[in-house]
Structures are given as structure tokens and as C-alpha cells.
């Protein structure tokens, strides 16, 4: 700016040279010496103008960065400096709205509502759209449409990858009322009286109490889910089935049998069903799952209980229930001596965490008895017991400790109960049958003879 000055004074103080002279304009006058160089009077304008120009330039440029709150440019292209801040961080000067022209007010751009990612201004509520009819879309039909989620039926592959799931989570946590939930948002359609097939067909293959648990299911999905024609159509199919279901489940038929019967008990399936089948049977499997029915049926007339034939879960029933099943158990292995039923029978009562009171009456009952049978059948159950893991480690070893417990109320009744027990002990740890730390955890001899002589 010093130098576009100088250069001003310097141009009008030739001319004022050149009018005293009487407007005698000279050739070698025309010529200046600016910054060492030789220029014309006409150059020297144009070096002018393009020294405004980039001051100007050089102001657009630093007010569009401060939102013109910086310098200005006067009239006769001077800078001014203004008398606001300094420019602010690089990340305000990113995320700032207001107009980069230089011009305008310095708000935000649309009021705020315009931008990357904003959808409108703070507060502001839309109001529903007014359909244009002379828009070249619109479509008259479509005015008075209701739209609504539509979920396609279930074939025959989605349903048994979708229901499948389903049951063997209930046969998990036992609730009729999540299983009902999660058929009701299906589509079953046709499928609806598949649902009881599919159910029975794997309870089958399952335990006493799912089959328990499947009867309770088909009870309580009658009426809310599914009707009454539905299940007479499940059943029908399952008695067809059944030379196919025989493969894998040899006793298919008289399961099927107990799963009817129930229904009658129920009063999901008509008394007639059975009736409805006479004279018209020629399939053996299906005539003994309906014998079968027809004999339940009635027994319960003198007194038979057919809610509860399957049996109850290992959980839900009461430990005096439990303790009685496991006595017999114990009583009827004492006279067939049969390892392998034994087994069974205990897998099947499902109290894997009860285990322990097993042991408990196995032990007493070898106390209370006379002779040594008893003594060697119940040492080498025990020892099968735990050679097949159905009685675990912990199990073996709180029955142990149970008796350890009670032995001196138990050797009021049996006066030997001390020296019988030791035999145990020694004998059961010859057999592998408890560890070192059980043994030592045994009462001593000498306490025991200690006790008696007292």
C-alpha cells in the first residue's frame, strides 16, 4: 500500500509539472522510474489496478474465514481493521453454518435447519402431507387404502424349521404360555394341525416327563390356538404314522395309545374317537395304540388317575415321593438282581441332584439287613452306579457323609451298625467306589467301642 502511495504522489506531481509548462506534454516525461523500473503512464495504471485488486482479493479471502466480522475494504481500497476477535479453531470454523460469502447477517444457514445429517429445525413438528390430484401420480384407488404387515403362510419345510425350536425349548423350561405367544405371531395356515403331530412325534423320543409335558401343551393350545377339528386330524395322521414311527420307537403304539387317552381325559379329543375307529382298523399297530386307549380309558373309571400317567419330572415331585420310588427300586433289585434295570429305573426318575439320598438308603438297608447278600448286591450296584457315571463323584460322596451323620441314631436300632459301616467303607474303597478322603472321613473304631462299653 506504501508503495501504490508513493507511486500516486509521484504520477500527479508530473502532471502537475506538464500543466505549468502550458500542456506541452514531452516524450521523455512520459517515462517514471518505479521500484528501478522504467514505466509508462498507461502501465502504471494497470500496475495500479492490479495491486487493488489483490488486496481485495486478499480481504474476501479473511472475511469469508472470520464470517465478516474481520477487515473491510473502503472506497478507495484501503483496509480497514475492524475491531472484533481473532479468528476462532479450526474445529468451530468446520462446524459453523453461517454464510462464507462474506455477505448476509452472519446466521445460520435456513435457520438452523439446513445441513449434513438435519432434518429439520429443533421442536419442528410435520403435519401430514396433502395429496395433490392434479399430481400425474396420483392414483384414486389408493386414497382410502389401509396397510397392514402381512405374514405369508408357513409350508411344509419353514414349519418344521420354525415349530421345532419352539418344542424342544418348551420340553426345556416347561411354559405352555410362551409356546402359545410364539405360534400366535405365526401363520401356520394349513400347518395348524401339524403342530400336535410334530409335538407327540418327538415326545416319543423323549423322556416320561416331556411326554407329561407334550399332553399338558396339547391341553393347554386347544382352544386358544387350536381347535378341536385340528387335533381329531393330528391324531388321525399319527395313527397312520405309525408303522413309520414304529422303526424308531418300538413301543410307539402304546405310547400313542396313552397320548389319546389323555386327550379324551382331557376333553381335547370327543369319547367317540376310539368308537369312530371300530370294524374300519386293519393296521396292527394302530388297532393296539387304540386297545390301548380303550383299556386306560377304563381304568380310570375305578379310580385310575390318567392326568398323571406318564409321571411327574424329577423336580417337581415331593422328596417323600421320591424316597419311596427309590426304596422299591432298592427292594426289587434285592430279588431279580438285575444291574441293568436298576439302572434304568433310577435314569429315568431324572433327580440326577437327589441322587445322593439313593446312596444314603442303599447303605442303611445294608445296615439293617442280616447276611452278606445284601451286603455284596448293594456294594456292587453301587460300583456299576459309579462306574457309568449315572451317580456322580459328589453324589456318592454326600450319601457317605449323610450316613456318617445319622450313624450314631442308626446304631440305636442296629447294635453292629459301627462295625458294619467300617466294612462298607474298607470294602467300597477296595472297589473304587470312594477315595481316600471319604474312608478317613469315617467314624473311628475305637470311638464307636468306646461308645458301646460305656
Known amino acids: 500500500s506504501t508503495k501504490v502511495c508513493e507511486s500516486t504522489e509521484l504520477i500527479e506531481s508530473f502532471v502537475s509539472g506538464e500543466e505549468d509548462n502550458g500542456g506541452h506534454l514531452l516524450s521523455n516525461k512520459n517515462i517514471h522510474e518505479i521500484n528501478g523500473n522504467w514505466l509508462s503512464s498507461s502501465s502504471n495504471g494497470i500496475h495500479e489496478a492490479r495491486l487493488k485488486a489483490k488486496a481485495k482479493r486478499r480481504l474476501r479471502k479473511n472475511s469469508s474465514r472470520d464470517s465478516g466480522r474481520g477487515d473491510s475494504l473502503s472506497d478507495n481500497g484501503d483496509v480497514a481493521r475492524g475491531t472484533l476477535a481473532a479468528p476462532t479453531s479450526p474445529k468451530s470454523k468446520l462446524l459453523d453454518r453461517r454464510s462464507r460469502l462474506g455477505k448476509g447477517r452472519g446466521l445460520p444457514k435456513k435457520g438452523g435447519a439446513g445441513g449434513k445429517g438435519v432434518w429439520g429445525r429443533s421442536g419442528e413438528v410435520y403435519e401430514p402431507e396433502q395429496v395433490d390430484e392434479k399430481d400425474p401420480n396420483y392414483d384414486e384407488a389408493q386414497e382410502n387404502c389401509v396397510y397392514e404387515t402381512v405374514v405369508p403362510p408357513l409350508d411344509e419345510r419353514d414349519f418344521e424349521k420354525t415349530v421345532t425350536p419352539i418344542v424342544q425349548e418348551y420340553f426345556e423350561h416347561g411354559d405352555t404360555n410362551e409356546v402359545a405367544e410364539l405360534l400366535a405371531e405365526l401363520n401356520l395356515g394349513p400347518m395348524r394341525s ?17 411326554r407329561e409335558l407334550t399332553s399338558r401343551l396339547l391341553a393347554d393350545l386347544c382352544g386358544p390356538i387350536l381347535s378341536y377339528r385340528d387335533m381329531e386330524n393330528s391324531f388321525d395322521k399319527l395313527l397312520r404314522e405309525l408303522p413309520d414311527l414304529v422303526l424308531d420307537t418300538p413301543g410307539a403304539s402304546q405310547f400313542v395309545g396313552q397320548f389319546i387317552a389323555r386327550a379324551v381325559s382331557d376333553r381335547i379329543l370327543s369319547k367317540s374317537y376310539i368308537e ?26 375305578g379310580g385310575l388317575r390318567i392326568d398323571n400317567h406318564w409321571g411327574t419330572g424329577g423336580g417337581q415331585r415331593p ?22 434295570e436298576a439302572e434304568r ?17 442303599a447303605i442303611v438297608m445294608v445296615l439293617e439287613s ?6 455284596n448286591m448293594v456294594l456292587q450296584l453301587l460300583k456299576s452306579l459309579s462306574a457309568s457315571s449315572i451317580i456322580t463323584v459328589d453324589q456318592m460322596r454326600r450319601g457317605y457323609e449323610r450316613v456318617y451323620m445319622d450313624i450314631a441314631e442308626i446304631n440305636i436300632d442296629v447294635p453292629r451298625a459301627y462295625f458294619i459301616l467300617e466294612q462298607i467303607v474298607d470294602k467300597s474303597f477296595s472297589m473304587d467306589i470312594i477315595g481316600v478322603t471319604i474312608r478317613d472321613l469315617c467314624p473311628c473304631r475305637c470311638f464307636f467301642y468306646y461308645r458301646a462299653h460305656i
Open 370 to 375: 442280616k447276611g452278606m447278600k445284601t451286603f
Open 276 to 301: 369312530s375307529y371300530k370294524g374300519r382298523v386293519d393296521c396292527k399297530h394302530t388297532r393296539a395304540a387304540l386297545d390301548r386307549a380303550a383299556v386306560l380309558l377304563k381304568m380310570s373309571l
Open 194 to 210: 401339524e403342530v400336535p403331530t410334530l409335538a407327540v412325534s418327538m415326545a416319543l423320543e423323549a423322556k416320561a416327563s416331556q
Open 345 to 361: 429305573c433310577l435314569r429315568e426318575l431324572e433327580v440326577p441332584h437327589f441322587h445322593h439320598e439313593f446312596v444314603y438308603e
Open 319 to 340: 422328596v417323600t415321593q421320591l424316597v419311596k420310588e427309590m426304596n422299591l427300586l432298592l427292594k426289587e433289585y434285592i430279588l431279580s438282581g438285575d444291574t441293568k
